[in-house]
């Protein structure tokens, strides 16, 4: 992570939190407002295992219901959009019954659509 409070670094990705925005690899990635605080709270805690009801408390300010699964629509959303412009990076990692943990690690071969038969 960057030591300047306003941008968070995570591999070729870049929250700029004063400026609202990510950029991965150079580019802007267009992405609603829920998605970029979602994606910041990840990565304030980079590398840790952040789970889901903490994740939507900082989020979304309230308690997280039993059957609420707006954490999980918005992590899938991020997966496609980071993997579009991130290609052959993974960066959202889920541990199931724990969270999400936010690290840049490249993509097996068998997880890249490019490398498929």
Do not use: C
């Amino acid at each position: 992570m960057s030591t300047q409070e306003s941008v968070l670094s995570v591999g070729l990705l870049e929250i700029r939190s004063d400026e609202r925005q990510a950029v991965a690899a150079g580019h802007t990635l267009a992405l609603s407002l829920r998605e970029l605080e979602l994606l910041e709270a990840l990565a304030r805690r980079q590398g840790r295992i952040v789970p889901r009801r903490e994740l939507y408390e900082t989020v979304w300010g309230g308690a997280l219901r039993a059957d609420d699964r707006s954490v999980d629509v918005y992590i899938h959303k991020l997966r496609v959009k980071l993997g579009d412009a991130l290609p052959g990076w993974q960066y959202i990692h889920t541990h199931f019954g724990f969270g999400y943990r936010l690290e840049a690690e490249r993509s097996h071969p068998f997880h890249n659509a490019a490398t498929a038969p």
